[in-house]
């Protein structure tokens, strides 16, 4: 042998094994009362995203799913029924893993961008949704919010 390490995938291995992976993660995306044809289309793009999407009516439907387990990235719309993406952000920032909040709205502008960011939310997504730009916000949200639970559990 020349010191080469060959990797035979078996006949039960699928072919893209990374795809397998991506598909048993459990990370919950929590979707906070979004328009209905926002909600069908995120629907559709979480077929080919590694995370699972659960979905909340309500500002308070959307508390108790957020206070009530891990939920690492809440996209709700700027105007709830019950409240604002405001009162789920403050209501939220206290928990011992708090989620990542991105404001979804079709008036997506930069002082809203600017609100949702200098008051510490994660980011603002415009409808109509982008898959690329879905995919992208929300890769960054899970993986900043796995690295503040890594360092809390470093730290202590």
């Not at 502008?109 to 008051?119: G, H, I, K, P, T």
């Not at 995919?135 to 993986?143: E, K």
Request: charged share 25%.
């Amino acid at each position: 042998m020349s010191g080469e390490l060959t990797l035979k995938l078996g006949a039960g291995m699928p072919s893209n094994l990374f795809a397998f992976a991506s598909r048993t993660r459990t990370e919950k995306v929590l979707a906070v009362s979004l328009a209905p044809d926002d909600q069908r289309t995120l629907e559709t793009m979480f077929h080919q995203l590694p995370w699972r999407l659960t979905k909340a009516a309500t500002l308070a439907q959307g508390l108790r799913q957020a206070m009530s387990g891990t939920v690492p990235v809440v996209l709700c719309e700027r105007d709830l029924p019950g409240g604002t993406w405001r009162r789920l952000f403050v209501e939220t920032r206290d928990l011992a893993h708090p989620p990542r909040l991105i404001v979804v709205s079709r008036l997506a502008d930069e002082r809203l961008w600017a609100e949702v960011l200098n008051l510490g939310g994660h980011d603002v997504l415009a409808t109509p949704f982008a898959a690329d730009e879905v995919r992208r916000v929300l890769s960054y949200a899970v993986d900043s919010w796995r690295w503040q639970v890594k360092n809390e559990a470093k730290c202590g």
